[in-house]
C-alpha cells in the first residue's frame, strides 16, 4: 500500500510542469523545450536506474525518487521570484527543476515496479497493474491540485 500511495504522489507531482507554465504564462517554445529535454533526460536513464535496483538497492531508488519529484512545488516560489531573479535565471531553475524531477521518476519507476511484480508471484501481473493504475490516477490528478494550490495560495506552492 506504501509504495502504491508513492507512485501516486510521485506521479502527481511529475504532472504540474504542463498547468505551471500555463497559470505563470511561460513561453511555449521554452515550455516545450524544458518538457521534452528533462523527459528524455530523466526517464531516459531509467535503464540505468534498473540495473542499480537489480543490484539491491530498490527502497533507496524509491525513497529517493519519490523526494526529488516532491521538488516540483517550487516552481510556484521561482516563478513568483521571476522578477527579483531575471527571466534567464528563473527559466534556468525551472529547468533545473524539472529535470530533477523526472530524474526522481526515473529513479523510482524501475524499482517500483520490480517491488510490485514481487508481491505475489500469482498475481503478478494484477500487482504491476494496480501499480501502473493508481500511478496514472495520481498523474491524472495532479494538474487539478496544482492548480487549486497555486490559485489558493497565490502561488506559493511549497506549501
Known sequence: MALVALHCLGDCYGGVWPMFKYLHGVDLEYAGIVGAVAII???GLQPIFGLWSDHGY????????TSLSCL???????GLAEDTLGKPVAYGMMFAIMLVVRTGQGLF??????????????????????????????MGCSQ?????????T??????
Do not use: D, E, K
Not at 530498490?58 to 525518487?65: D, E, F, P, V, Y
Not at 516540483?72 to 521561482?78: A, F, H, K, N, Q
Not at 497565490?154 to 506549501?159: A, E, I, L, M, V
Open 144 to 152: 487539478g491540485l496544482f492548480s487549486q494550490t497555486y490559485r489558493l
Open 109 to 138: 519507476h524501475p524499482a517500483g515496479t520490480s517491488v510490485a511484480g514481487n508481491w505475489s508471484h500469482a498475481r503478478r501481473s494484477t500487482a504491476v497493474a494496480t501499480f501502473i493504475a493508481v500511478g496514472m490516477i495520481g
Open 72 to 78: 516540483s512545488m517550487l516552481l510556484g516560489p521561482i
Open 58 to 65: 530498490q527502497r533507496r531508488l524509491i525513497l529517493l525518487g
Open 154 to 159: 497565490g502561488g506559493n506552492t511549497q506549501w
Open 41 to 43: 533526460i530523466g526517464q
